[in-house]
């Protein structure tokens, strides 16, 4: 899965429900941060005990040295009876641990640092899972690491062998697709991204493919009221995901 991986563990919140969703029965125990008390850490108990993972408990110095100096665990790790690596098949499971997912789809990112800070925003945004073609696109390397700050530990990343064939799958389980589009006639913000939906971000020099860019449900342009045309990628990723973010907050707090 590329999931965040020291030897064999998995640790932060998404990484961790990935694996309960799509690989619990490779997890051996569960260890959490004493005194770290939040909702991400009771939904990952709960999800123990669901699926009858032992449940530790440590000092945060004590977690820290179990997982190695610089790890960002966000107070919460599983140790594995093997590696876990997500592949495309584990998506329909991905989806449905999550109420109203939202997947972010790279269409050929070929920068490391590009991909390293699409990974920082999506898991700044509670992205569910990121999903780039093999083919074409960088893959995670120390660059991509480094840039992204740890989120590339602890956010699902999913290569795939055919992009368009996913993209059908995901709408097929629910998800519309939204690529973005300096010639769309519609503004991001004018697109209804309150339910399950997948943004799709074009490559650095020529956007979508076409194969992925007719598969989208909607295209949409991001408004730039100053004089530059466009944003490098990860920019644009950031406005989109933050936009998901104010509609559907817009929604609970009206």
Not at 9 to 23: D, E, I, K, P, S
Not at 147 to 166: H, K, M, S, Y
Not at 208 to 220: K, Q
């Amino acid at each position: 899965m590329n999931m965040n991986k020291n030897s064999n563990w998995v640790y932060g919140y998404h990484a961790l429900r990935a694996a309960f969703a799509t690989h619990a029965d490779s997890l051996d125990a569960l260890y959490l941060q004493a005194g770290r008390v939040d909702k991400r850490i009771d939904s990952i108990k709960l999800l123990a005990k669901e699926h009858g993972v032992v449940l530790n408990t440590l000092s945060a110095k004590s977690l820290q040295s179990l997982l190695g100096d610089g790890v960002v665990h966000q107070g919460m790790a599983a140790s594995c009876n093997s590696p876990i690596d997500l592949v495309e098949a584990d998506l329909p499971l991905l989806l449905a641990a999550q109420k109203t997912p939202v997947v972010l789809i790279l269409d050929c990112i070929q920068d490391p640092h590009n991909l390293g800070a699409c990974l920082r925003c999506a898991n700044a945004f509670d992205v569910c899972a990121v999903i780039a073609p093999k083919d074409r696109s960088v893959a995670i390397n120390p660059t991509v690491k480094k840039v992204a700050c740890g989120a590339a530990d602890l956010t699902p990343f999913i290569q795939v062998t055919n992009l368009a064939r996913t993209l059908k799958q995901l709408q097929a389980d629910g998800l519309w697709l939204i690529g973005t589009d300096d010639i769309a006639t519609e503004n991001i913000s004018q697109v209804d991204m309150t339910g399950p939906i997948g943004i799709v971000m074009g490559n650095e020099g020529h956007g979508m493919r076409r194969l992925v860019r007719e598969r989208c449900d909607f295209l949409a342009r991001i408004e730039l009221p100053g004089d530059v045309s466009s944003v490098n990628v990860s920019v644009a990723t950031g406005i989109c995901l933050y936009e998901v973010q104010r509609q559907r907050s817009a929604i609970v707090n009206p």
